[in-house]
Nanobody, 114 residues
Framework: QVQLVESGGGLVQAGGSLRLSCAASGPIPTVNVMGWYRQAPGNQREAVAVISSSGSTNYADSVKGRFTISRDNAKNTVYLQMNSLKPEDTAVYYC????????WGQGTQVTVSS
């Protein structure tokens, strides 16, 4: 049973920073992609950033230059460093891991006040 647990969400002022963590456990293939997605009320879930086992990354245009994704392969943990936060970043942030199938965490709330 693969499980993912996010942490690090909270309330911050615009311009502030947060670091999200997601620890995965269970029978996860060594080669995989981990990522962060977010969903705000009334919006569809959107990809924020993804990172492969080899370290290749990709970011949504809206977060380029502000967010950084990283991972610890030995611990199957993925991180999202979020700087220069904007109210538009407010959403529930979900992590996932996928190879042949996709597994999702339960999400962590990020709220950015103006």
């Amino acid at each position: 049973q693969v499980q993912l647990v996010e942490s690090g969400g909270g309330l911050v002022q615009a311009g502030g920073s947060l670091r999200l963590s997601c620890a995965a456990s269970g029978p996860i293939p060594t080669v995989n992609v981990m990522g962060w997605y977010r969903q705000a009320p009334g919006n569809q879930r959107e990809a924020v950033a993804v990172i492969s086992s080899s370290g290749s990354t990709n970011y949504a245009d809206s977060v380029k230059g502000r967010f950084t994704i990283s991972r610890d392969n030995a611990k199957n943990t993925v991180y999202l460093q979020m700087n220069s936060l904007k109210p538009e970043d407010t959403a529930v942030y979900y992590c996932n891991v996928h190879n042949v199938v996709v597994y999702w965490g339960q999400g962590t709330q990020v709220t950015v006040s103006s």
